[in-house]
């Protein structure tokens, strides 16, 4: 339960806190202890959930980004049935839209 604390270490800590206390306050340490360590695990699961969602978002978001970049750089089984002159069309329109997205992306 308490780890290595057995049970004549507890009957120790208990019995010092009865003589620093006093019987009158002791309850009331007792419950201020609970809610703080209540509230500390409440905190810390909260805290814990918002990491695991941002982890989360950012594999969803490295996903997307492979995705994405699997459209742009997979040529289409149509590229192999145009002419020569329509091929050279295709690259240069895609070449131009790498160039656009780049300059899109440097610029604040």
């Known amino acids: 339960m308490f780890g ?12 010092i ?10 309850p009331e340490v007792g419950k ?4 703080a360590l209540r509230e500390f695990r ?11 969602d941002e ?5 969803f978001k490295e996903i997307q980004r492979d995705i994405d970049n ?18 050279s069309n295709i690259k240069e329109k895609n070449k131009q839209e790498t160039k656009s997205d780049e300059e899109g992306k440097k610029k604040p």
Do not use: C, H, M, N
């Open 4 to 15: 290595s604390i057995g049970v004549p270490e507890l009957l120790i800590i208990l019995a």
């Open 42 to 52: 409440k905190t810390s699961d909260e805290i814990k959930g918002k990491i695991e």
């Open 70 to 87: 699997i459209g742009k750089s997979t040529p289409s089984p149509y590229d192999q049935d145009q002419e020569p002159e329509e091929k």
């Open 55 to 59: 982890i989360q978002a950012e594999e």
């Open 32 to 35: 201020s202890i609970g809610r």
């Open 17 to 26: 806190a009865l003589l620093i206390f006093g019987p009158k306050k002791l």
